[in-house]
């Protein structure tokens, strides 16, 4: 369970004494544009080379929460404040890969943190407002309803909210009519319209004490390594060999031109791994997410590099497992 471990080490250490996280105190109803006027400035983009993603300042000190998802896999990340300032040298503080939740800091104070609302109260039929970077157009605004609490399974409940959730605006903050923070947005359903999901703000608040971090490009090594976890030996030889000739196969389509031949090697490969694989987990969960990202992505070289993200993700956790065993530390 080297995840989990990793989420516990991250999370566990204790809080100094400085100020702390943003709570939520009882405020008036308040419209889609009051919340944006209050709250855009602590919205901020996250980018990486293969994602773009939403973040919102959950403490003054420059921790900044968004999902997992939005930085998995990277080594580095530029994450862009609202007064237009950049940071490269991102920190992860914690993380909780079962609910897709992590909290990153960057070197800089004095920030406003967003305050945090109490998911656990949330009720079908409450308005929803949600502000994010689809595409990484900034501060975009939508507002809905709270269309149901989804108990997935004892561990995991989601919030399915009416307000549109596009790509880019994964991480970013869902807010009640008091413009507290009830939700991360997540991951949107993609079998019907407005089918979106938050993650409840009750999962992130154990992560926001966390003191010690590591630097991303690390941080991604311990968790790409967690993605072989559970899987045999054959299991691993068939899929490095599967990607390996599908990367083969599909890079040179690619450079002639031919993006929807190597969409099409990639997809192949990656619906037949997804089928075959008797242990490997993670893997099929990576494969799948790269398949859904590029069934929503629109032209053929988006849908090519969806899946290749994924294909990378698998390569760097065997390479980082392989380097592991021949340099231990």
Known sequence: MRAAALALVLAA??????APPATAATAAPRTPAQIAEIATESIVLIKTQDQLGTGFVV??????ATNLHVIAGAREATITLNDGRE???VMVLGADPAHDL?????????LKALPLGDSHAVKPGERVVAIGHPLGLGNTVSDGIIS???????????????????PGSSGGPIFNERAEVIGIATRAGIEGQNLNFGVPVAYLKPL???????????FTKELDIGLLEGCSVDDVKLTVTAIADAIKVGVPLYNKGNAQGCFDTYEKTSLKLV????????VRETLLAGLSQANRAGSPEDKAWAIRHAFDRVMNAFNAAVDK???PK
């Open 13 to 18: 250490c204790g809080a100094r004494a400085s």
């Open 59 to 64: 403490w003054a000190d420059g921790r900044v």
């Open 87 to 89: 940071f490269k040298d």
């Open 102 to 110: 992590v909290v990153l800091r960057v070197d800089v104070g004095n």
């Open 148 to 166: 149901a609490v989804r108990v997935i399974d004892p561990t995991i409940t989601l919030l399915q909210i009416t307000a549109p959730i596009a």
């Open 208 to 218: 926001l004490l966390a003191e010690r971090g590591m630097p991303l490009a690390a």
């Open 275 to 282: 089928g075959e694989l008797k242990t490997c987990g993670r």
């Open 325 to 327: 065993v021949e340099n």
